[in-house]
């Protein structure tokens, strides 16, 4: 049994030691070892709180035993999951972290006394409201994520769910949350806890529904954030620093990478949560679409124009990612540069289905992350390079989102890959992107249409070069 | 007069909220995936929370109907820890340098 001061100096610790951990992200030189820092904080908190109960009886044992579990089938799936999987992967984990704030919600509410906040019926006021919304935003983090990760994992539609008087009923519910905590800390009694996880599990899913498969970043980022503020509710219930700091952390985390993917597409926060615009243009842009020419090209005409190419730019999207066509890319690449030619990648910020997703997928096929390029880094060098090589991006390429102030896209900023000598645009078929407009650089007189699977095109090309 | 605990607390928080933000915004945005992964998994030492409540019960009876939550979160937490960390490791091993004699 140690004192609760020293057990609060070591919370402390770990919570700086998670300070750290994020920290090393800014470079991945030193990434791996702030992964560490954050595993020796973990561990570091996890040891102080068994010695602060010093209860090492059958319990215990238990306790160890669940965590073994849990471990096992957490390391299970992190060694087994492939990289093309990891929006699903976060959006899953995301769920199991709400869940877990529901749960120690529900066990300190049933058993106040095990945490020193007062006694069933009569629970510190301060305690009860801090529980109650750190019970509300876990619950609304576990259906949140369990829509994205349906969604992503294709199980459920990816295309938004609209129906009518959906906003009107979301904003009863949110009001709704608001009176049952305010019922429940006036007077403490347990049906209106019950019914308030039941509002905030529903209020999750109805959030999450309406909005379109190429709005997940936003939406992981954001049920990212969610989760970091139902550890900190939980935290200042428990009154522990490692558990505030860790959720503030968490918290801020999310709410930055939202801002970065609303940003990437030049939209409101609450124009993407208000649902997708996916959703009303499918039906005008399959009308209206006018016929117009496109060249298309064969492997060999592709090879043929980057052998002469002295640099080439490849734009990488969510298509390639679906295609598996990472490692087929890179061998694509290495004949280019055994040619000499110079190869550079540029990523826009909402490439794939979650921030960095592309950058993943390219290490994973070993490309060096020095070759790798965001939007601001590379858009000058378009003007001066020979080819751009578009695998499995649309919207973020088109031109009009420059041009058109009519286009729902207008303001976004996208990759000037029409400034290219010639571009290479490797795609199923002529369909629009998920914003359901026509891409433009389809018709443009130096583009040329690789109609066809990315990986199979890229093998193709890698034979004909 | 005492300052109530709480308002240290909220203090922490929200200088934490003003450090997260400084920090987050340093991290370059080819490792976001990664720092995705590794808030998920920090954000389990709510597994602190699970210990307690889980062992929160007496001798006599180790599952009660509380703190059979708390076992619950305890393995919930731990996957998110083990895969969160594991994940995040096997990630950022892939990020490699160009090979200078190439």
Known sequence: MISANLSAIFYLISGVLFILALRGLSSPETSRQGNLFGILGMVIAVTVTFLSIGNFSVGFIFVLLFILVGGSIGAFIAYKIPMTAMPELVAGFHSLVGLAAVFVAISAFLNPEAFNLGYPGNIKLGSLIEMSIGAAVGAITFSGSIIAFLKLQGIMSGSPITFKGQHPLNAFILVLIIILIYLLCSTQSSNFFWILLIA???????????????????????????????????????????????????????????????????????NVILGGFGATDDTTSSSTKEQRPVKSGNADDAAFLMKNASSVIIVPGYGMAVAQAQHALREMVDTLKKNDIKVSYAIHPVAGRMPGHMNVLLAEANVPYDEVFELEEINNDFANADVAFVIGANDVTNPVAKTDPQSPIYGMPVLDVEKCKSVLFVKRSLSPGYAGIDNDLFYRENTLMLFADAKKMTEDITKNL | MEIDPLIFRLSIFILSIFVGYYVVWSVTPSLHTPLMSVTNAISSVIIVGAIIAGLSGNSNSIFNNSSIFGFLAIALAAINIFGGFLVTQRMLAMYKKKKKNK
């Open chain 1, 200 to 270: 905030s599990f529903l209020i999750g899913f109805l959030l999450i529904i309406p909005i379109g498969g190429a709005d997940m970043p936003v939406v992981i980022s954001m049920l990212n954030s969610y989760s970091g503020w139902a550890a900190a509710g939980i935290g200042f219930t428990l009154e522990n620093t490692a558990l505030i700091i860790t959720g503030a952390l968490v918290g801020s985390s999310g709410a930055i990478l939202s801002y970065i993917m609303c940003k990437g597409m030049n939209r409101s926060f609450f």
